[in-house]
């Protein structure tokens, strides 16, 4: 899909540039998007640079809500909630504890020490699964609670509101946080409601 | 009321973050300035590993921008956007979030910098891209792992959290902002 955008993109905007540039005759939009390419590729470059030394703090303070504990705090603290999410998962196995880790990564803005433990938390609802090629109700309702990212600290977006000049960086953590609220609460509730649909239901045949 | 609430939430979160993890860490007794230094490094890493995405998605919006091709698709679609308070140019964003994280950050780059990054514009697409996340790529890498074949409902739950979370930016800002 992304492939097929991303090229969709570049030969729409390119037909686009010659088309204008017959009927005007001029061959200023074929030059435009020349400047375009070359300019844009630099552009990315400085981002980039500009983005390191705030993800390096970021990553610095991450390390140490890791090697403190901070996180397993979050995760005790989330605990109670969870079980009445996953009513089918026992309390004490494994796919909870990996499950909460995950929710708590993924809260604190720790991309890359999410996805382990989110595989984690598969690999452990699958030994519940009974039909191996099938989502269980518990996996699909971790996806979406997975997917619908509840993220406490959007530290990569600050970065590059910071490296664009923004006058306020920090403004939109509020806003998304509301956001991330309501996704949240629609992805349980959809999760939930579907897993009942006849479309969606488990088929005795599939045992 | 509930604005200056949703603005004292982003006003304070960064600071008490700052001061409450290495506390805490201090007092558990880990070397602090250590362990953060070491956690810095991946940093850099991360900022250089990022180049190449955005490199191919910025050049791609940009050639489809300067042709005027953004402009085309933009009165297009406007009806439709302008009827919950959303932008046009925020379209190309709300597209990419689901399919691409990078990409998103790509497009949501493009639009701070064209539009500003305190505009109306700059500030949904950060709402945007800090609420929502890369749908098919988390569902791709979770379900492959296990080799989940029939995904059942997850797909229509986790797009439909997506259009929520959009929605729910797009009204948020238009009210705080």
Known sequence: MINIIWLALLVIGVIMAVVTSITTGSFDPLVQVTDALFNQSKTAVDLAIGLIGLMALWLGLMK???????????????????????????????????????????????????????????????????????????????????????????????????????????????????????????????????????????????? | MFESVINGISALAIPIVIVVIPVYAYFKKVKVYEVFVEGAKEGFQIGVKIIPFLVAILAAIGVFRASGAMDLLVKILGPVTDAIGMPAELITMAIMRPLSGSGALGVMTELVNTHGADSMIGRMASTMMGSTETTFYVLAVYFGSVSIKNERHAVPAALLADLTGIIAAVFICNMVF
Not at chain 1, 76 to 91: D, G, Q, S, T, Y
Not at chain 1, 97 to 121: E, F, H, S, V
Not at chain 1, 166 to 191: D, K, L, Q, R
């Open chain 1, 64 to 207: 140490l809500a890791e090697e403190s504990g901070l996180i397993d705090l979050i995760a005790k603290a989330v605990r109670p909630i969870m079980v009445r999410l996953f009513p089918e998962i026992p309390a004490d196995h494994p796919a909870m504890g990996a499950m909460i880790m995950n929710i708590a990564a993924n809260m604190l803005g720790l991309g890359n020490a999410a996805t382990p433990l989110g595989l984690k938390a598969m690999q452990e609802l699958q030994k519940l699964n009974e039909k191996a090629e099938t989502a269980t109700n518990a996996m699909v309702t971790f996806l979406a609670i997975n997917t619908s990212s509840v993220t406490i600290i959007p530290a990569t977006v600050i970065g590059i509101r910071v490296s664009a000049g923004s006058g306020n960086p920090a403004e939109i953590i509020g806003t998304a946080i509301f956001a991330t609220t309501c996704s949240t609460i629609v992805a349980v509730t959809a999760a939930k409601l579907f897993s009942k649909l006849p479309r969606f239901q488990l088929k005795p045949e599939d045992v």
